[in-house]
């Protein structure tokens, strides 16, 4: 695509919007700026192209088309069904998944849309027909009790959060810790690693209905065919939340035991994360779940999003050509030298290493809580998040640990040098930033010292880093 074409578009649409108000225009240019001039680490993060953003920027917007391809209950949804149609095909294909679902709003949302279609396909609950049968606001107050009635009960086991699993898997700030009796399976303390005997003894014992694997920060790879057979072995249905790693599955790093499609009842991910499409989720899954997920709209959801599912129909066009490939290796091969870079520095990464997009520091190693170190991180112009570890003594606020994920600075084009350059500047971040007080004198887990003179050194290295590698170096908005 020519230089030309790309910045003409963004800069004529900066230039309507400003005539209507100045300050938005304004804003989407310096995040623009920001985003250029930031070393992003954050494993849930990417860049999606020029044609993905501005599939999202049009008419589209303006349409409802609650219902699926074909089966509105808007009228005029012919172009819809043309884009949900081929976001479908694109997924289907890209994924070898029977059925796809391309509507959730988010990843939360795709997991909504499972947990319900699961609960509809396995639980006998006159109250969940109902439910499904009426619009949402005809349910009366009894209705809503008998449902919960009904399917109070139900159980999950998914992963812990300490060791890396999701907040939609069960866990009490979600809704999905208020459906579920919810129980957790961790790590092996002494390798971080998923010890998939405990989690059949754990499955064995609490028989849930749904055993779940996926995580946001886990550095390894899940074998999903055992995974499966410890569903199997208790009835459960077994779903698989690839949000994190979805682009690693479609570029065909993760194959056999470590692809999930073949092995899960059903699978839900996110589009904008190693995917690298517009912000969305989307649930692939057999026919014995189809008809059950294609009612999310309006079960758990509100109406689609037209010109999202064309930005994912672009976006997944994009991950099935063969350089999407090329560029999933690459993430995983960054990560390594970014974990072997910050291993030969001296630091402790939870499990050792990793065989995916993402690393997982323990900062207490440097003195530091979760907190302290991403503060430190920022101020010298590494944009990084905060996580707990396994067992982690900070809770999930403070935290002890630092996530760090490849998939941006893999789309900007940096390497396997530029990663052990990027561990050089965590690590002298890190190494030379010290625990602070408070105001009584008492160790603080948020204050934090560092020579300001450090953090505008490491702003400066950082930015000369990412100097050979502009950011959508088609789009010049000047
Ligand atoms: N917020 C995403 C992440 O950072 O992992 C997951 O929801």
């Not at 909504?112 to 027909?129: G, K, M, T």
């Not at 092995?263 to 989720?281: C, E, M, Q, Y």
Request: hydrophobic share 40%; charged share 20%; aromatic share 6%.
């Amino acid at each position: 695509m020519s230089r030309n074409a790309e910045s003409t578009a963004f800069r004529s649409a900066l230039e309507v919007i400003r005539a209507v108000e100045p300050r938005v225009a304004d804003a989407i240019g310096a995040e623009l700026a920001d985003q250029r001039e930031s070393l992003k680490l954050i494993a849930s993060e990417n860049y999606a192209s020029p044609a993905t953003l501005l599939t999202m920027g049009n008419w589209f917007s303006d349409k409802y088309a609650e219902g699926t391809v074909g089966r509105r209950f808007y009228a005029g949804c012919q172009n819809v069904d043309t884009v949900e149609a081929l976001a479908a095909e694109h997924a289907r294909e890209l994924f070898g998944a029977t059925h796809a679902y391309v509507q959730p709003h988010s990843g939360i949302d795709a997991n909504l849309v499972a947990f319900w279609a699961i609960l509809a396909d396995r639980v006998e609950s006159p109250a969940l027909r109902k439910a499904q049968a009426r619009h949402v606001n005809d349910l009366t107050e009894a209705d809503w009790f008998a449902l919960r009635r009904e399917l109070g009960d139900q159980r999950m086991l998914g992963m812990s959060l300490d060791a890396g699993g999701h907040l939609t898997h069960g866990f009490r700030p979600n809704i999905s810790g208020k459906m579920f009796d919810q129980r957790s399976y961790g790590t092996d303390p002494s390798t971080g690693l998923i010890d998939y005997d405990r989690v059949a003894e754990a499955a064995r014992e609490f028989r849930p209905l749904i055993l779940v694997a996926g995580y946001s920060a886990y550095p390894r790879k899940v074998n999903f065919r055992i995974m499966r057979e410890i569903a199997d072995s208790v009835g459960a249905t077994f779903m698989v939340d690839m949000a994190h790693f979805a682009g690693l599955v479609a570029g065909k790093v993760f194959t056999g035991d470590f692809d999930p499609v073949p092995h899960a009842h059903i699978v839900t991910t996110t589009t904008h994360k190693s995917l690298r499409g517009p912000r969305g989720g989307m649930v692939l899954c057999g026919p014995e779940l189809a008809d059950q997920v294609d009612r999310g709209c309006p079960m758990v959801l509100g109406g689609p999003l037209p010109h999202v599912m064309a930005a994912k129909a672009v976006a997944l066009a994009e991950a099935r050509r063969p350089d999407f490939a090329d560029y999933a290796q690459r993430i995983v091969d960054n990560a390594q030298a970014l974990a072997d870079g910050l291993l030969r520095r001296g630091a402790t990464l939870v499990t050792g290493g990793t065989d995916n997009h993402l690393v997982l520091i323990d900062v207490s190693g440097y003195g530091l809580t979760g907190r302290q170190a991403e503060q430190a991180l920022l101020d010298s112009g590494i944009v990084t998040n905060r996580n707990a570890v396994p067992q982690d003594p900070n809770g999930a606020w403070y935290t002890s640990g630092i996530r760090i994920g490849t998939p941006a600075l893999t789309t900007r084009g940096l390497g396997a040098t530029e990663m052990d350059a990027t561990a050089e500047l965590i690590h002298t971040v890190l190494s030379q930033t010290t625990a602070g007080t408070g105001p009584d004198g008492a160790a603080s887990k948020a204050k934090y010292v560092l020579d300001p003179a450090v953090a505008e050194q490491v702003g400066k290295q950082a930015a000369d880093l990412l100097a050979p590698f502009p950011l959508y170096p088609t789009v010049d908005l000047a």
